[in-house]
T-cell receptor
Framework: NAGVTQTPKFQVLKTGQSMTLQCAQD?????MSWYRQDPGMGLRLIHY???????DQGEVPNGYNVSRSTTEDFPLRLLSAAPSQTSVYFCASRGLAGNTDTQYFGPGTRLTVL | AQTVTQSQPEMSVQEAETVTLSCTYDTSESDYYLFWYKQPPSRQMILVIRQEAYKQQNATENRFSVNFQKAAKSFSLKISDSQLGDAAMYFCACSNNAGNMLTFGGGTRLMVKP
């Protein structure tokens, strides 16, 4: 299993541009989520999904959209990037068997908005 | 709502010695889960140890153990026989009972001296 994968690893945008951060998992996990990590801080939850077609907001959802059309994929969209969205973005997933409370993280995407 | 506080921005330990990282939390959930994650320079978030709040017994994973004080809402991490590879940022986190909302503390940077 590849686990949780994210693309791209690095991205530079100009203010106002749009882009999609990709996240995929091959563990058949129902739950997926997006976090952002700003310098010197812990991760903060942006959006999450408990299954295909179901999404909900986390702690810092403004400026971000998500959708969940398949179990495997959970893309994060920035419609009009702002410098305040410069951060490292992590995707995570967890399943419903075993330690269902434990989330597994992708390697992160470093985004810079100029 | 949940809050997680790590009061030690940085800690230092001599190789082979023991160090304890502090964490306090607050939650309105009657049942919840607590975690310690390690983040090395690669940025990958690695689960170190987890604790179910309804269990009184402290969790242990090899050289890592926790001191869970539910009444005091304290969840400290003890690392025994510290190794150079333990040097990283350590994040304490609390999850609600449904596992949908994971809240992180601000992190503690651990340095290991040879």
């Amino acid at each position: 299993n590849a686990g949780v994968t994210q693309t791209p690893k690095f991205q530079v945008l100009k203010t106002g541009q749009s882009m999609t951060l990709q996240c995929a998992q091959d563990m058949n996990h129902e739950y997926m989520s997006w976090y952002r990590q700003d310098p010197g801080m812990g991760l903060r939850l942006i959006h999450y999904s408990v299954g295909a077609g179901i999404t909900d907001q986390g702690e810092v959802p403004n400026g971000y959209n998500v959708s969940r059309s398949t179990t495997e994929d959970f893309p994060l969209r920035l419609l009009s990037a702002a410098p305040s969205q410069t951060s490292v973005y992590f995707c995570a997933s967890r399943g419903l068997a075993g330690n269902t409370d434990t989330q597994y993280f992708g390697p992160g995407t470093r985004l810079t908005v100029l | 709502a949940q809050t997680v506080t790590q009061s030690q921005p940085e800690m230092s330990v001599q190789e082979a010695e023991t160090v304890t990282l502090s964490c306090t939390y607050d939650t309105s959930e009657s049942d919840y889960y607590l975690f310690w994650y390690k983040q090395p320079p690669s940025r990958q978030m690695i689960l170190v140890i987890r604790q179910e709040a309804y269990k009184q017994q402290n969790a242990t994973e090899n050289r890592f153990s926790v001191n869970f004080q539910k009444a005091a809402k304290s969840f400290s991490l003890k690392i025994s026989d510290s190794q150079l590879g333990d040097a990283a940022m350590y994040f304490c986190a609390c999850s609600n009972n449904a596992g949908n909302m994971l809240t992180f503390g601000g992190g503690t940077r651990l340095m290991v001296k040879p």
